[in-house]
């Protein structure tokens, strides 16, 4: 593995788990955990330097009171507050999640409406290995600050205790690493391979 998502956490130090998060590190882990989602410092393993801790915006791109921040935060991406529709879309703003209903027998798969710091990590573990696909001999670290100088910034100017660099934007990033690789991304355009289309029921 190259790239590992941690959206869990907990608030007591234990020295097992900040060798096993240094260990991965230095094997060539980037290692992304949720902040926590407690309002207060960041939990742990998200707070050890060998990992890249990520906060919550809402559906305005705003930071999010449920979120731990601290100095140790690196990036902020969507975690949502379920309560508001603040777009207006008639949908809540949170992460429409993939679930297992273990309530019923046989279980099901389903989906449910989530909001996090936990939701808000694997967009940033998506990101790092959208590069890695790219440009597989990025270490941790260069991914990290790829991802870092292509963020959006949020909050107070530069880095923050709440946003981190800013908020994930991973298209920017890729947008940087192509033209590096001298493979500008192309204007999107839709291509479909037949003729005519028709639309039933219309």
């Keep these: 593995l190259r790239i590992v998502n941690l959206s869990l956490g907990t608030s007591v130090l234990s020295a097992e788990m900040q060798s096993a998060c240094a260990a991965a590190a230095d094997q060539g882990v980037l290692l992304v955990a949720a902040s926590g989602n407690v309002g207060g410092a960041v939990g742990y393993p998200a707070a050890f330097s060998s990992v890249l801790a990520v906060t919550a915006v809402d559906g305005l791109l705003q930071g999010t009171t449920y979120s731990s921040y601290g100095p140790e935060v690196s990036l902020c991406a969507p975690g949502g507050v379920r309560s508001l529709d603040e777009q207006g879309d008639g949908w809540p703003d949170a992460i429409l999640s993939a679930v297992v209903d273990e309530t019923q027998y046989p279980r099901a798969l389903g989906h449910a409406w989530y909001v996090g710091t936990s939701q808000a990590a694997p967009h940033v573990a998506a990101g790092a290995a959208l590069l890695l696909s790219l440009a597989p001999a990025l270490t941790p670290l260069q991914l990290r600050q790829r991802l870092e ?44 391979p037949v003729p005519t289309l028709r ?4």
């Design 149 to 192: 100088q292509a963020a959006l910034d949020r909050g107070l100017p530069g880095r923050d205790v709440l946003h981190g660099w800013g908020l994930l934007q991973g298209g920017t990033a890729l947008k940087y690493l192509k033209a590096e690789m001298g493979q500008p991304l192309l204007v999107p355009r839709l291509a479909l």
């Design 199 to 202: 639309f039933a029921g219309l």
